[in-house]
């Protein structure tokens, strides 16, 4: 029996995690998935150290299973031709490069589609290709804390926690990355159309708040009014982030059970939960006036933060995994210094001056922020519905770009019951067997 994607061809010009996985999970599928890296390798290759993997990083072997694997140098008119060759048997193309460098490379899809018109081209970003964050560069931490999603977790200090585990953000917009191709690729089946695909992580983290990310107007007008005071007068009034996210709490208790007088129960510590984040160079700090998340992975970037902070690191300069047991403890310290500098300016300044450095970095948001997020709205990512009970509502769009087929809001839950007798109709029940039916409550 042929597999789900057997004949499909796809070319991968991903790196770290979130483009690669992508492309295991339609290899996994039976699609013959190329991985195409620079002679020095994708960024996955360097997350372990060098002389005991020699490249075969742990995350490398994880991300590319089912792939073959070709090298080629993109910056040569040679390198491009193999490229551009393969575009035209391609199905489908995915890449995750920083803004602008698919473009300078000769890969992006308005060079592509000029080869291939039938192409299916993933592009998948830290923050989208159009808005306010369009151009800045990110990972998991950072759109954890842009996203709204680690507003609910705090650190033994009561500070902001990032990601300590899995970093599922990454994961999750891989899985929308095969997800969307597959859907556009079942669309090009029907209408011959090829198009370009965008996800960003920013949006990926939106969609996992899920439940999380609602606001019914009628019932939620006036909290989230207060909850809007609480983070603007915060820093004037010494609050602390578990300290904010507690009387969050304590508030939607309140409007939900108007007439409850109970506390919220919290651990009597300032973590929610625990753990130990004590690499410096990806992390959330606390800057004069707000927490920002910083996520230097390489050693360009780390070297660009102790340039800007002028802290002095003497193990900045080594990939990551290679460090030991006396780089962990120096920087600790290390740490504190970048604490200590980086508590002295507001947090709009430290990202400004980050960010011209070539640092990913970016706000800690709340999840109340995002329903005003000059962003998120420009990534249709806040959606206004409408329910026959709950009246007006907004709640997370949907995460993905579809630049030819573009999904839009579509109409609000319904009410429970709402479009049973239209569903009957369309079956062919007639007027009387659907009013039995509801008397004998099989239907509502």
């Keep these: ?128 290709e159009s808005g306010p964050y369009q151009f800045r560069k990110g990972f998991d931490i950072i759109a954890h804390a842009a996203s709204g999603i680690m507003a609910g977790y705090a650190d033994e200090e009561g500070n902001p926690r990032g990601p300590g585990g899995n970093p599922y953000i990454d994961l999750s917009t891989a899985m929308l990355n ?86 919220v129960d919290v651990p009597d510590c300032n973590h929610r939960p625990s753990d130990r984040q004590v690499y410096p160079y990806y992390r959330i700090y606390q800057t004069k006036d707000g927490y920002m998340s910083i996520a230097a992975l390489t050693s360009k970037q780390r070297l660009k933060v102790c340039e800007v902070l002028g802290v002095e690191d003497k193990y900045a300069y080594l990939d990551l995994g290679n460090g030991t047991d006396e780089t962990y403890f120096y920087q600790k310290e290390v740490m504190k210094k970048m604490e200590a500098v980086l508590g002295q300016k507001p947090l709009n300044e430290w990202i400004q001056v980050l960010e011209e450095a070539g640092v990913p970095c970016g706000h800690v948001n709340y999840s109340v922020n995002l329903f005003q997020d000059p962003h998120a709205i420009d990534q249709n990512m806040v959606w206004s519905l409408e329910n026959p009970v709950s009246g007006p509502y907004k709640m997370m769009g949907h995460p993905v770009k579809f630049t030819k087929t573009p999904v839009k809001p579509t109409k609000g839950a319904p009410a429970l019951g709402e479009d049973t007798v239209e569903i009957l109709k369309k079956l062919g029940y007639a007027d009387a067997k659907i009013e039995e039916l509801k008397a004998q409550k099989i239907v509502k």
């Design 178 to 263: 095969a997800m969307s191709a597959v859907s556009a690729l079942y669309y090009r089946s029907q209408t011959g159309i090829g198009q370009k695909i965008e996800t960003c992580l920013f949006n990926t983290g939106m969609a996992l708040l899920a439940t999380g990310f609602i606001q019914i107007e009628k019932l939620d007008q006036e909290m989230h009014r207060e909850m809007l005071e609480i983070l603007k007068t915060a820093h004037d009034h010494n609050l602390r982030h578990t300290q904010i996210i507690d009387q969050f709490s304590v508030m939607r208790l309140r409007n939900e059970i108007p007439g409850s007088t109970r506390n």
């Design 1 to 128: 029996m042929a597999a789900l994607l057997e004949g499909i061809f796809v070319l991968d010009f991903t790196h770290w995690i979130a483009g690669p996985y992508a492309g295991l999970f339609l290899a996994d599928m039976g699609a013959e998935v190329i991985k195409v890296e620079p002679p020095e390798g994708a960024e996955e290759r360097r997350t372990g150290n060098s002389k005991r993997y020699h490249g075969n990083t742990r995350m490398s072997l994880t991300l590319n299973r089912g792939k073959k694997g070709l090298c080629v140098d993109l910056k040569s008119e040679e390198g491009k031709k193999i490229v551009y060759d393969l575009v035209k048997k391609a199905d489908i193309v995915i890449q995750n490069y920083a803004p602008g460098v698919a473009k300078k490379l000769g890969i992006d899809y308005e060079t592509f589609s000029k080869i291939n018109d039938k192409l299916i081209f993933v592009s998948s970003t830290a923050f989208g």
